[in-house]
């Protein structure tokens, strides 16, 4: 069986490290692993207007910012299919099939869209487009025939009830679905980065993210202004770990060369950790080395951004390209689908062999 990867990101803001740790990073080794005979990266634009209906506009600025994200990552439109969800309408008709088998207490039960509920202050005028954007996401996955997903842990549930569709459909008409799998990210910083004031996730609206298009003055800006201990208010007394937003960074980016190039004193993050604990280790000198080490790691990625931004209709091409290749693939499933469900009456002969010979009979 082929092995075939779809993810995709809501075109809702830039993308920040959080996401880069989360999945981006991730992306691109499995995309340079060539392990993967296909490769399916979506903007999910249609999903981002199932709670931003008001605001097309935003989510129209977004596409171009998360393509350029994306290809100064290191994506590869050679490699890997970049596209526009609602540039593939074959993804709608797929989860109006499937919405007749998923029930509303099914819906109401999904972790992640409980909290987005409460989360957006929904309460009782909840979108039925937003309700219903798992089943959609079912049929974003299978549309490919993605035998794995990589995405964050929070998007556990939507892969749950994805493959509980695919079981559902599979039972009542016949094989046509693949079962995905998700695959989480292997380190556990990676499971979560915290934001940059130690709140428990990067949020745009909580102005706590470092966006992998800012320039180094920002990110040395807000890694020096980053949440710590609060305890540590004397560099002799100890620090603590635990919650430290600086180390968690640390956890998900440094290596032992890092301290080799830019912090002889230490041999690795345990020994610098050892010594916070102890006391005498101060939070600036652990925020310096966090810059050079980010800075390490977004140098090349913000390089490669600037040359695809004084390129803007080449990346409109390639989500174009992109679209084309995926809308092609979605089309040879949607068939499938509607053989499974008997939705074919055009192309099945025998269909109209036996009406025509319930007919004849009757002369
Ligand atoms: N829900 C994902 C997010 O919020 C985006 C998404 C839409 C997605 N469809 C998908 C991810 C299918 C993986 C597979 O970022």
Excluded at 52 to 77: F, H, M, T, W
Excluded at 164 to 187: C, D, M, Q, R
Aim: charged share 30%; glycine share 6%.
């Amino acid at each position: 069986m082929e092995k075939i990867i779809l993810t995709g990101d809501r075109p809702t803001g830039r993308l920040h490290l959080g996401h880069y740790v989360g999945s981006l990073k991730r992306r691109v080794e499995l995309q340079n692993s060539g392990e993967y005979d296909k490769i399916f990266i979506m903007i999910a634009d249609a999903q981002a207007l199932t709670d931003n209906a008001d605001n097309p506009e935003k989510v129209r600025q977004n596409i171009v910012e998360v393509a350029l994200d994306y290809l100064s990552v290191g994506l590869d439109p050679e490699k890997s299919t970049l596209f526009i969800q609602s540039m593939v309408p074959e993804l709608t008709e797929l989860t109006f099939y499937y919405a007749n088998l998923v029930t509303v207490s099914r819906l109401q039960r999904n972790p992640t869209v409980k909290s987005e509920i409460q989360m957006r202050n929904f309460e009782t005028s909840i979108p039925v487009g937003f309700f219903t954007y798992p089943i959609s996401q079912a049929a974003d996955i299978t549309a490919f025939k993605a035998t794995t997903v990589p995405v964050g842990e929070d998007q556990m549930p939507m892969l749950e009830q994805c493959q509980e569709i695919v079981h559902k459909f599979n039972a009542t008409y016949g094989e046509a679905l693949v079962e995905p799998k998700i695959l989480l990210p292997s380190n556990s910083a990676c499971l979560r980065l915290p934001g940059t004031d130690g709140k428990a996730k990067m949020s745009k609206s909580l102005g706590n993210c470092i966006y992998l298009s800012d320039g180094p003055d920002e990110v040395k800006k807000k890694v020096m202004s980053m949440y710590t201990d609060p305890g540590h208010v004397d560099l002799n007394q100890p620090g603590k770990i635990e919650g430290n937003a600086v180390f968690t960074y640390l956890d998900a980016f440094s290596k032992d060369e890092d301290f080799a190039e830019f912090w002889p004193d230490y041999k690795n993050l345990q020994e610098a950790k050892d010594h916070y604990q102890r006391g005498g280790l101060g939070d600036v000198k652990v925020k310096k080395f966090l810059i050079k080490v980010l800075e390490k790691e977004l140098a090349p990625i913000r390089e490669r951004r600037k040359k695809w931004e004084q390129d803007i209709p080449g990346v409109y091409e390639i989500l174009k390209a992109g679209s084309e290749v995926a809308e092609r693939t979605a089309a040879e499933t949607l068939a499938d689908v509607k053989k499974a469900m008997k939705i074919n009456y055009f192309d099945d002969g025998a269909l109209i062999k036996e009406q025509m010979e319930k007919y004849s009979n009757k002369k």
